[in-house]
């Protein structure tokens, strides 16, 4: 039987990946470049790195760093005011709850996990979270997810990755930890044919893990 199951954040606990997309769209599009969903797929949920990757006429430094700053904050007011809960994940945690022990390993900014679980009433669930900077490297590399597993001092066998972009399900299986993917309507072109399991739904999570 698992003990542990290991959360992402964004895109599988909160709907949240398509504001950071249209932020970056924003902020791209007022110097005249298109970003579309398939390239930032590819660029930011696949390769993780920064959207600028994807243009080469961004050389200047000073004019990315500005960028990334304005597409944070405007990111940042979205997580505020947009719809973000997803159907049935809090009844799922809640259930998840009372039989096993829960964190949540995401990529996101502090200040952006925060402010996006003010709202989602989800964070009594869960033991304790790791955002950005609580690890050496991020996703793909497995140290989010055994960081998390170090904490509660269990063993890889003894726990479940969710996950739902491909990098994180990368990121799970380098781990050595069973991962089931959830692909959402803006991962769902990614590979997911290293994940052992792959759901169409949340609600198939918890008869899932029950028969680890």
Not at 149 to 163: H, M, N, P, T
Request: proline share 5%; net charge negative.
């Amino acid at each position: 039987m698992k003990k542990f199951i290991l959360f992402d954040s964004d895109g599988v606990l909160v709907d949240t990946e398509q504001y950071y997309l249209r932020a970056s769209q924003d902020v791209l599009s007022e110097i005249g470049l298109h970003l579309t969903t398939d390239l930032f797929r590819e660029i930011s949920l696949i390769r993780g790195t920064g959207v600028w990757d994807a243009f080469p006429e961004l050389t200047d430094e000073r004019q990315i760093e500005e960028l990334r700053n304005r597409r944070n904050r405007l990111f940042n007011e979205y997580l505020k005011s947009e719809p973000i809960i997803i159907p049935h994940v809090k009844e799922v945690v809640e259930e998840l709850s009372r039989k096993y022990r829960m964190a949540i390993v995401t990529s996101a900014l502090r200040e952006d996990f925060l402010t996006v679980h003010a709202r989602s009433e989800l964070l009594p669930y869960f033991e304790f979270y790791l955002t950005n900077g609580d690890y050496p490297r991020s996703k793909p590399f497995p140290d989010p997810w055994l960081t998390a597993l170090d904490r509660f001092k269990g063993k890889c066998s003894d726990a479940v990755v969710i996950e739902d972009s491909q990098r994180g399900i990368t990121a799970g299986v380098a781990a050595g930890i069973t991962t089931i993917a959830i692909p959402t309507l803006l991962t769902i072109g990614s590979d997911f044919t290293n994940a052992n399991f792959t759901l169409s739904s949340i609600l198939e999570l918890p008869n899932l893990i029950e028969s680890l």
